[in-house]
């Protein structure tokens, strides 16, 4: 029922006869893209299954490849020398610590409150003597125009109301 291969880093595991896949992480590189090694596969949208729609044995082989990816992981700790041979990778990187908030002593906090004033107060003189014109002004509508309005739209609601009887 169940196979022994050897997967492309060395690594055996058994699989079933009806379920002998490729791994996809470790399908040979291929494709080059800015100057890195891909495998064909990345790149590609792959729907999967929930959990409860797979078998038995593709639950058996989805844990074989967690404990794969673990090995490997510690592997690659043991090539960095952080860790043991052999050990899984268990510590997650550390939170990055917000840096201590800045704050301004009151004899600062009024220097800057009095320079913020005098560049606002140079700003306005600026202003007026450059003789900025004023925003324009807002167009009203005339008492006449409002009434032809509403009438019109009375005599839509009367058609509308004396089409649909209720």
Request: hydrophobic fraction near 40%.
């Amino acid at each position: 029922m169940f196979t022994r291969q050897k997967t492309a880093l060395g690594i055996s595991r058994s699989t079933p006869l009806s379920l002998q896949l490729p791994l996809p992480a470790l399908a040979p590189f291929t494709s080059t893209k800015g100057g890195f090694d891909y495998p064909e596969s990345v790149g590609t949208l792959v729907s999967m299954k929930s959990l409860g729609e797979l078998s038995v044995a593709d639950l058996r082989q989805v844990i074989a490849l967690k404990e794969q990816i673990q090995s490997l992981e510690g592997q690659i700790e043991a090539i960095a020398g952080e860790a043991g041979v052999g050990a899984a990778c268990t510590t997650e990187a550390p939170a990055l610590a917000k840096p201590p908030k800045r704050r301004l002593s009151a004899a600062h906090r009024r220097k800057l409150i009095k320079a913020l004033a005098k560049a606002r107060r140079v700003r306005w003189a600026k202003a007026e003597t450059t003789g900025a014109s004023p925003a324009p002004r807002k167009r009203r509508m005339s008492a006449a125009g409002r009434a032809a309005i509403s009438a019109a739209a009375k005599a839509r609601w009367a058609k509308v109301r004396a089409n649909h009887p209720r």
